[in-house]
C-alpha cells in the first residue's frame, strides 16, 4: 500500500491552518468539480484526491492520526508499512489483511485508517473471546462510498469491486449498486451477505457508510444548501440582479437595495430532495459585501463624496 501525501495533494505545508487549508480546496474544487473542468474524466479522479485530504486534514481527530503516520513514512520505501502503534480495544491483530473495496471513491489507505470502526482497518484484527455463536456467521465488513450532490439529486448506479485474500492470491468480485435519490449523509447501505464469509454459516453483511463529497460552491447542512455570495457596496446599497450556481445550472437572483452582509435570501426548493423525492430543501445564498482593496484617486473622491453625504 502506497502511502497519500495529502498536503501535496492539497498543495499546502504541513503546518497549514485551517484556514489555509480550506482555502486551498476551494480553490482546487473549483478547478477540478466535474461540473466545470473540461476534461470531465480526468478532473473526476483529481477531485476524488482532492475530497479525500480534504476529508482527513480539515478532521482534527483523522489529522491528529494523519500526522502521527506521516513522521513514520520512509519516503526511500516504495510500500507503506502501516504502523500498529494501538490496537482497537479488546481487539488482537489476525496477521492479513482484509478486503480491500473499489469504486467507493476511498483509496484503501483511507479505508484502511480513516473510515469508521468496522471499516478495513477493523478487518486486521479479530474480537478478544470471540463466541462460537458469533462464528456462526462471518463478521459484517464496513466501507465509506462517497457521493457527490448530483448523485444525491438524480440517483444513481455504481459498481464497487470487492478484492478478497485468497489462498491462490486475490479474488475480484464487481457489484452494482444503487444510489437512490435524496440519499442522507451517514446512511447506510447493506449489501446482505457480502461480508466476511464463514466455514461455520452464512457470511456476513457488508455495509456502506455514504459521506458527502464536498462541493466547491455549497455548504450542505440538511437538505438545505448555502451559497456563499459576495457583492460590491453598490449592489448592496442599490440592489441588483446577479447569477449564482444551483445543482441545475445558474439562475438569477434578485438582490433588494439595502442588503446587509450575512443577510439570507432564500430560493425555495432549489436544496436536496428528501428521500420520497416528492420535496426538495432550499437554497439559501449568504450576502458579504467585498470592499474594494484599491482604489484609484477619481474612485477615492467619490468615495469622500459619499462619506460627506451619508452619516451612519
Known sequence: MKFKNYYETLGVDKNATQDEIRAAFRRLARIYHPDVAKDKKAAEEKFKDINEAYEVLSDPEKRKKYDQMFLSWDRTQEEFVPPFWSYPKGWEHQGEYGPSFGGTGFSDFFEMFFSEPGGLFSNLFHKNGETSLKKQKGRDLTAEILVNLDEVLHGSVRQITVTRPTNGGNRKDTYQITIPVGIEEGQRIRLAGLGEPSAYGKAGDLFLKVKYAKHPFFRVEG????????????????????????????????????????????????????????????????????VPQAVNNEEKKLWEQLSKKKHF
Open 223 to 290: 437538505k438545505d444548501l448555502y451559497y456563499d455570495l459576495e457583492i460590491p457596496p453598490w449592489d448592496a446599497a442599490l440592489g441588483s440582479t446577479v447569477q449564482i450556481p444551483t445543482l441545475e445550472g445558474k439562475v438569477n437572483l434578485k438582490i433588494p437595495a439595502g442588503c446587509k452582509s450575512g443577510t439570507k435570501l432564500r430560493l425555495k426548493g432549489l436544496g436536496l430532495p428528501y428521500l420520497d423525492g416528492k420535496k426538495r430543501g432550499d437554497l439559501y445564498a449568504v450576502i458579504s459585501i467585498n
